[in-house]
């Protein structure tokens, strides 16, 4: 089962869906070198000071 089928799944979140056009989006790579991150985010004029590596977070669903 993909990750997009789990999220719908679990948690009844599309991860795939635009909430601006209402088009899908495809799941075509995982980039986990942050050179090639950097590059990428610079390239489409945004910063790539925003990666920050953070610990996961506690979910609290009840408020
Ligand atoms: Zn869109």
């Not at 979140?13 to 995982?30: E, M, T």
């Not at 990428?40 to 910063?47: C, D, P, Q, Y």
């Amino acid at each position: 089962m993909d990750w997009a089928t789990l999220m719908h799944r679990v948690w009844g979140w599309d991860v795939l869906g635009c909430p601006r056009c209402g088009g899908r989006s495809q799941f075509i790579a995982v980039i986990t070198q942050r050179a090639v991150i950097e590059r990428i985010l610079t390239h489409v004029g945004l910063s790539a000071a925003r990666i920050v590596a953070a610990p996961a977070r506690h979910f609290d669903d009840t408020s």
